[in-house]
């Protein structure tokens, strides 16, 4: 079944199908995956739009799809699992999918608490940076450029073409970081559907275990501090911390 978590239509298509699969044994286990990062760059460079796109697949297209289901993961007393990101308990980046992230992070907190009774169990992936489609050198550039030239003269001299530089770099650096052994976040998947007693939240990469997770726990002024400092050692003059 293709899906577009964006598209109603899709989401009662595809419910339906699963009813008829399952029937009356309901569905043991439903993981939100799909996301989409782009567009990347700083806030004043996008439109509201621009943020819709991002929180209609990452957040909207994820309730909608949990809601639609839920009937059936209720009956199984199963599992749902929904992927988030680091960038759920730090802001990273500018644009809809931190946001969005943190959207997840909030509704898979409220559903965890009000299905506990009915015993249905959710869990959180907070993966950090892996090499999959989301994190394309061809598709962030393209939707950086075809942004800056858009910008009015105004903005474009007030940040100058230094920072559209070191931002794309920036950009790079965080691409070349990202971890390939994707089992890293499979296997948390696994375990949230599989275990006796899954998690609430699984961190999967090393930096997302040992250094975002705990910085999110930092005070708000030392975080804003470190990730500066990454980023300024990163590009030498772009913060982009959100």
């Known amino acids: 079944v293709i899906l577009d978590v964006a598209d109603s239509k899709s989401v009662a298509a595809m419910a339906e199908w699963v009813r008829q699969q399952v029937g009356d044994r309901g569905l043991w286990g439903l993981v939100n995956n799909a ?96 090499k999959t489609q989301i994190l394309v050198a061809e598709k962030l550039h393209g939707n950086l450029r075809r942004i800056w030239a858009a910008l009015p003269m105004e903005v474009k001299s007030s940040y100058g073409q230094e920072y559209y530089d070191a931002y794309f770099k920036f950009l790079l650096k965080v691409m070349e970081r990202g971890i390939s052994r994707l089992y890293l976040a499979t296997d948390c998947m696994e375990h949230a559907l599989t275990a006796v007693h899954p998690r609430t939240r699984y961190s999967a990469g090393w930096d997302a275990k040992l250094f975002y997770l705990p910085l999110s726990y930092m005070p708000t002024a030392l975080a804003d501090y470190l990730l500066i400092l990454v980023s300024k050692k990163d590009d030498g003059c772009v913060q982009v911390s959100g």
């Open 35 to 130: 996301g989409i990062v782009t567009p990347v760059v700083p806030t004043e460079w996008l439109t509201k739009d621009d943020f819709l796109r991002v929180l209609n697949v990452n957040l909207l297209g994820l309730i909608e799809v949990t809601l639609g289901l839920l009937p059936l993961v209720r009956k199984a007393r199963g599992r749902i699992v929904n992927m988030s990101s680091i960038g759920g308990r730090l802001g990273l980046y500018a644009g809809g999918y931190s946001i969005s992230k943190f959207g997840v992070e909030a509704f898979s907190d409220t559903l965890r608490r009000e299905l506990h009774a009915l015993g249905v169990k959710v869990s959180v992936i907070e993966p950090s940076f892996f």
